[in-house]
């Protein structure tokens, strides 16, 4: 049945791999359970409800991804979309308005899938971005992973410095590095999966993370007391009248871009792409990404985005939506068994997203960096990612150089009208935020 279902053979996997590469997804993104409902709380929202709705969100729109579109992708909050709900909407109108604007924005996205507006976005941007968006994705993770291992800190005189190597929680992630590393170059079944359960366990032992007294591995999830709740903000958000469309805006923006890059870049490391460079079965993986933000909306939490850790199960092998189904009924599983989820440390799961960072710079090899027309706007998406910080700005700036040196060259007919559209919007974007 899951063979027919999912078609494994056809996507060149099997079961045993698909169920690996569905634990690694997770193991890399629990860390979202935990960090999302401390950023939401700072908004008043209650910590523990919003942790039930980020498993329920995230587990409805993974499962979702993997049932329609048969893809290995996971969802769930989004990173920088909660720091904007909690530090800049909901600081300053209360997070019943920050609730109201991300389900405005959800019904937007829905709209835009259904018009195919969506589709037309990824299928018009060129190969050679294409491919400098998934090498871009591996060095924004790879970044990601580097700071969240310690190994790389904020310095106000250079921007960034390495990090104290004396610290226990670094030299976990220095081994949890080393270690997975080995796997990986031995070419060890599992290797990023292993690497975060001997780093953790390693962890433990030392006691450089901490066993909380009175441990139980089972609790019941507390109540989901934000259900509904956007309801309320609804009106406060329309009375802002022309105030609430740069807060829809950026929350449409952030998303749509970032899904879209997130995507692009997965599917083209797992090569799903077409000879077209087209992504087969995108609008249904966008309707799944627009479900989850409308429910995550509904059950109190932020928008819900696809994950670039998704990365992480595509690397071990998973190639279809049994990988997505495997991570959506891990993140249910998580609202009993919150503790275990909760041992795993960032120095475990850092060392697999720098590795993960490794696997996807094959694609810049095949971009023509001695044709300035294609090198410029794809360097420019490949490096304003982790500059940035955000997949989206790499795309923009990816998309403005494209256009733009076109026109200058005079070779219109080489830029479609999606890519003009994008171009002026980009602009006002800058404009007027």
């Not at 007294?213 to 934000?226: I, R, T």
């Amino acid at each position: 049945m899951l063979e027919k279902f999912f078609k494994l053979h056809e996507n060149n996997t099997n079961l045993r791999t698909e169920l690996f590469a569905g634990l690694t997804t997770f193991m890399t993104m629990a860390y979202i359970i935990f960090v999302n409902p401390n950023i939401l709380a700072t908004t008043g929202m209650d910590f523990n409800a919003v942790f039930v709705a980020t498993c329920l969100s995230a587990a409805l729109a993974t499962v979702t991804m993997g049932l329609i579109a048969n893809y290995p992708f996971a969802l769930a909050p989004g990173m920088g979309l909660n720091a904007y709900f909690a530090f800049v909407v909901g600081s300053k109108y209360g997070y019943e308005v920050a609730l109201a604007a991300v389900f405005v924005s959800g019904l937007l996205f829905i709209l835009l899938t259904l018009t195919k507006a969506r589709e037309s976005i990824i299928n018009s941007i060129p190969m050679s971005l294409k491919l400098a968006v998934g090498a871009g994705i591996g060095l924004f993770i790879a970044l990601i992973g580097f700071k969240n291992a310690g190994l790389v800190v904020a310095n106000p005189a250079t921007l960034v410095k390495l990090g104290d190597l004396t610290q226990p929680p670094v030299l976990l992630a220095v081994f949890g590095l080393v270690a997975t590393s080995v796997l990986v170059a031995l070419k060890v079944r599992g290797a990023l999966l292993i690497g975060i359960i001997v780093t953790t366990l390693l962890g433990i032992l030392t006691g450089v993370t901490p066993v909380a007294e009175g441990f139980k591995l089972f609790s019941m999830p507390p109540a989901l007391l934000h259900f509904g709740e956007f309801t309320g903000g609804l009106r406060e958000l329309f009375a802002l009248g022309l105030a609430a469309i740069p807060i829809v805006f950026s929350f449409a923006f952030v998303d749509v871009f970032d899904t879209v890059g997130t995507l692009i870049g997965v599917a083209s490391k797992a090569k799903m792409l077409d000879k077209e460079g087209k992504l087969p079965r995108v609008n249904n993986a966008l309707v799944a990404d627009a479900v989850g933000t409308v429910a995550g909306a509904v059950l109190g939490t932020s928008t819900v985005t696809t994950y670039i850790e998704s990365a992480a199960g595509v690397s071990e092998g998973g190639r279809s939506g049994l990988t997505a189904v495997v991570t959506g009924i891990l993140f249910l599983a998580a609202l009993f068994f919150a503790p275990l989820a909760g041992l795993v440390p960032s120095a475990a799961t850092a060392p697999v997203l720098i590795i993960v960072g490794v696997f996807m710079m094959e694609p810049i090899t095949k971009i023509n960096f001695e044709d300035y027309l294609e090198g410029i706007p794809a360097f420019l998406a490949f490096v304003m990612m982790p500059f940035a910080f955000s997949i989206a700005e790499g795309i923009v700036w990816g998309v403005l150089a494209y256009v733009v040196l076109r026109m200058a060259a005079r070779r219109f007919a080489e830029i479609s009208p999606t890519m003009y559209i994008l171009a002026v919007l980009f602009v006002l974007r800058f404009l007027v935020l």
